[in-house]
């Protein structure tokens, strides 16, 4: 079994429940959550639509990288996901119901055309990093040497990140800006 972490993020319909249904549809698919960041309301990043609520969760697996990713875009088709092609074009991403993303396959790292891993893009992003610190402070990301919790220091301050409370999007003032 491999500890993996996921990245899940929703800025369309009733994006608590989108990422519960991803979550439950999870462990269908051969994959064993076993925890589960809080959830946070960010600012959009290089995507339209509204502010998205984020979270990361720790899994392990018997699944390769391939056939995860693959089941992670059979659950985003299930939740309504338009095809990734179409939502990874050239400028602003358009607005998703779900959208999951490995961040982690243990101390793997996988270069090819179609996948990459550990995330490209997630040292640069605090969206991901806030949660997944939360969770795991202290991994190593494989290609860069540094935990976690250090990219999250030198990550740039693009977007806000505020946590929520566990339930879907309580109202509360005294959010927490990250």
């Known amino acids: 079994m491999k500890t993996i972490y996921l990245s899940l993020g929703s800025n369309l319909g009733d994006r608590a429940r989108n990422i519960a249904r991803a979550i439950e ?15 946070y309301e960010t600012e959009p990043v ?16 018997d699944l390769m ?10 659950i985003e088709r299930s939740l309504g ?4 092609m179409a939502a990874d074009a050239e400028g602003p991403r358009e607005p998703r119901s779900i959208d999951m993303d490995i961040l982690l396959f243990g101390s793997s790292v996988v270069r090819a055309p179609d996948l990459e891993i550990p995330h490209p ?18 991994v190593r990301h ?13 990550a740039e301050n693009r977007g806000q990140v505020r946590r929520v409370s566990r339930t879907p999007l309580a109202a509360n003032p005294s959010q927490k800006h990250v």
């Open 65 to 74: 990288p391939r056939q995860l990713m693959r089941a992670l875009m059979a």
């Open 121 to 138: 893009r997630m040292a640069d992003r605090r969206f991901v990093l806030v949660p997944l610190t939360e969770l795991a402070p202290g």
């Open 142 to 154: 494989p290609v860069l040497q540094q935990t976690i919790e250090e990219l999250l220091a030198r």
């Open 46 to 61: 290089d995507a339209r639509g509204g502010w998205f609520l984020n979270c990361v969760v720790e899994a392990e697996t």
């Open 81 to 84: 996901r338009r095809s990734r």
């Open 25 to 39: 549809a999870l462990g269908g698919h051969g994959v064993r959550i076993t925890r589960k960041s809080s959830l």
